[in-house]
Each structure stands twice: as C-alpha cells, then as structure tokens.
C-alpha cells in the first residue's frame, strides 16, 4: 500500500484531468488564442482553478476518495465522446443520456471504446485501490487553497485587460470544463426530477372548434436527425434521397429550422405555446396536443428511443423501440381504420437517422448508396462513405413518409394533410463535428436546418412561399389552423396552411 501526501494527491488527479482535458478545453484553448503567453496564462490559471477545486472537494480524507472515482469516470466517458464526436456535452446532452435506452447504448459500443475507458476510468480507480491517503494536513490544504486563490487573482488581475474580454467573448468555455461543467449538469437535472412540479398551466382555455362540415385527417410525422443539407428535394445531388416521394406532388419548405439540437430540447419546444427564444426546458404549460385532444382524437406512435420526452402525457399513445420504422406505417393504418372521431391526428415519431450507428437504420433492401461506413467510429470513414450510409436513412425515412401517404390516401376523411419535419439535423464530420447537441448559439447550420415536407389532398395555397423562413415555431398554429380551433394564442402569420403566413425573419 503507498501512502501519500493529500497535497500530493490532489496535484497528480488534477493533472490527470488536465491530462484528458487536452482533447477538450486545451483544443478549445489552442483554437481561440494565438498569442502564446496568453495561451501559457490561461493554462496556468485553469491548472491552478482545477487545483483548488480538487482541493476544496478533496479535504476531508473520505471525500477524497468517493470525489476522486466521481471525476475519474465523469472525465473519462466525458472525453471519450468529446474525443470521438467532437460534440459539446451540455445540459440538454446530460439530460439525453439520462433518457438512453440499452439499444441506443449498444450502439455507441466498440473496441476502441472499451479500450479508453479501461485505461482512463477503471485503470486509475484500480491504482486508488493500492493507494493510502495520509490523515490530517489540514493546514498545508488550507494554505494550498488560499495560495491557489491568490495566484489565480493575481494573474487575472495583472492580465486583466485581456483575460476579462476573452472571457465574455467566449463565455461558452465552461462547456469545456470536463467533468466540471458535466457534472453541474446533472446536479442541475437530477434536481429539477426530483422538485415537485407546480400545477400544470391550462392553455387555451378560450379555444373552441369552427365546425366547418368537413372531416378531417392529419398524420404529423417527426423525424429524428435528419438534416436539410441531404435532401434531393432541396437541391442535394450526390444520392437521390427523396427517391420515394418526390413523384407525389411533395411541397417541399426549404428553409425550415428546429428549435433545438437535440431531442430533449426540439420535441417539447416544437408543440409549445412558447416560440424557442421564449421557451424553457420543463416549462409547466400544456402543450398544443393537449389543447387539441379537448376537441378531436389524438393519437401519438412512437418508435424512438427517447420516448415522447413527456409531450404525449395524457394522449392516446403506443411507444415501442424496435429496429426499424416500419411498424408504425402498419400501427397508423390501423388507427384509421379503426377510427370513430370526424377528426383525428396522429403524430408519427420515427426513430430515422439516428446515429452513430446510422447503418443499423434501414433495413438492407434500402442501402442503395455504397460503399457505406459500418461502425460507429465516424471518424474512422470516409465522407464518401459516411454521407452514403447516412443518406440510406434519408431513403429509408422517405419509403416511410411516402408510405404514411398512401395510407393517408385511403381515408375517408375530406380534408388530408401530411406534414413531416425533423427534430433537428446532424454533423457529418464538418469542420470536426460529429452528431448534434451543440448549444444553439454555437451549432453549426447543419444542426439546425431540417427538412420539412407537406402533402395535402388539395391544393396547397402557399406554394409560392416555401422558401420563406420558417420554423418548428410554426407548428402550434398550423395545427390549430388546420383543425379550424380558434383562440388568442393561434396566430395566423404562424400558420402553414393560411394565406397570412409570414416570414419568421
């Protein structure tokens, strides 16, 4: 057994974070600045923060070692996936992982991953095993604390006039501070889970229906990751994606963007009353499904593996996770026929293109785009190969909208409508980028510009305004717009189907 000064303790785990932090806030870091003493500076200071924060976590000796395992397997998967995707793991990515069912977990397995996690997470925690944190030094920790402080102020201070500006200008730097920022996350929503929730907000208590003698059928498909850039409706001419509804007097919205990057964010933030520069993850309203299932049948089917992340509470909904889609073009059939409401919508979540794994999305008939990058190390494919497997999900999704349309095609109803859009986009190895889940404010154009799609039984009266800047804000009108449901929160501006429908600029 060794025995060892806690000082000495703190110093080598801190630099064991500094060490992994190199694919992270050092990579951050080297981006940003230019200026190599200012580069040293900043080092200096966030070597000395993480030095003071261990010691203030690590001071009672039992604290040391819980503390010291919570940040060695935070660090490690943390930099894992930082290092392979080059995604930033904020709340919303925290908050994703929490909704990780076991397939979506299988499918980040590999080799490689198992290695890292061996060498970074259960190696080190090994090492603890043999090792003895001597008692006592309370004083040599307090003056460590206090000297950490003092330098870190003095550098600062006497740097003041540029540290303060980088700081404001690159305030999402704490996005990098693995496992701090990480770790502060899940804090944050373990708590939000666990702090009781104050009375649902009612919205729309003013709405009612215009019954206009006709009926009505809505099926609103939501897909998961598919990005605008990929679509041959759009212009995209590498593989034709959209192979299976193109015939099939598609309108096709070319500039439609999501409201988040990721699921837990764009599904709730997309059905809300709230626009996305107003809406708060857990916000307390109800949504539009809510509203509309006062007045008409409202059905959600579910394939994805994060769930309906609450919107679907207290609809009609089946949620399944299986390998394809394809189930739910059967279940949707179903639903129609079986129907007894004049008017009805159902929402279709698909589990698409979701990656890395984007090879196990589609069935084999449907990898008409080779040669295509099996596994899950994007980085390890081609682009050539990469965008091939990739938009083989594009296709297959497009098979299923295409699908969902002709059993649309078979209802009774008077009025029909199809509208697909996506959560939000994805990274394909752009500038070093990988997946999504970037802050908003931070994420590339392909996170955010979606595809969305919109065939009706008649004449659409918009066509001249597909190119209009839209979004995933407008979904709550169009809803209500569609199913005549009047009430001071619809906005016609907002509304796909009206002739009113404005710019969202």
Known sequence: MLKINPILFNFVLSAYIIALNYFSMLT????????????T?????????????????CFFRILAYICSIILIICTGFSIYFIKTYNVVIDGNMVANVFLTDKREMSDLFSLSFV????????????????????????????VSIILSAILIFVIVFTNSRTFIPFIRTNDDIRYYNVPFHQI????????????????????????????????????????????????????????????????????????????????????????????RVDFKKGENYENVLNLLNRFIDVRWIDNNSGGCQNVCNDINSIIKSKDYDGWLVDETKNILKSKKDKNTLIIVH????????????????????????????????????????????????????????????????????LFYLSDHGESLGENGFYLHGMPYYLAPKEQIQIPAILWTNYEYNNK?????????DNLFSSLLGFFNISTKDYRKNYDLFSIDLENNL
């Open 350 to 417: 698909l589990q698409g293109s979701h990656g890395p794994s984007y090879y196990l999305r589609y069935p084999k008939e449907f990898e008409k785009f080779t040669p295509t990058c099996n596994t899950n190390k994007l980085q390890e494919c081609s682009e050539d190969n990469l965008y091939n497997t990739y938009d083989n999900t594009l296709l297959y999704t497009d098979f299923i909208v295409a699908s969902l349309i002709d059993v649309l095609k078979t209802d009774n109803a008077d009025k029909k409508a």
């Open 115 to 142: 290695f890292f996690i061996l060498l970074s997470v259960v190696l080190p925690i090994i090492l603890l095993r043999f090792i003895s944190i001597k008692k006592g030094y309370y004083l040599a920790k307090i």
């Open 41 to 57: 500076i900043v080092n200096i200071i966030y070597f000395t923060l993480i030095f003071l924060v261990v010691n203030i976590l």
């Open 184 to 275: 502060y996350s899940a804090i944050k929503i373990t708590k939000s889970k666990f702090t009781p929730k104050e009375e649902m907000v009612k919205i729309g208590l003013d709405a009612s229906i215009q019954d206009d003698n006709e009926s009505k059928t809505f099926i609103l498909v939501v897909g998961e990751t598919a990005r605008a850039k990929n679509y041959s409706l759009g212009g995209y001419t590498k593989n034709d994606t959209n192979f299976y509804t193109k015939n099939l007097n598609i309108n096709y919205f070319s500039n439609f963007t999501s409201c988040g990057t990721a699921t837990a964010q764009s599904l709730p933030c997309m059905f809300s009353l709230h626009d």
């Open 28 to 39: 951050f870091l080297s981006n940003k600045i230019s200026d190599i003493y200012f580069f």
């Open 464 to 472: 001249d305004k597909l190119d209009f800047k839209l979004s995933q």
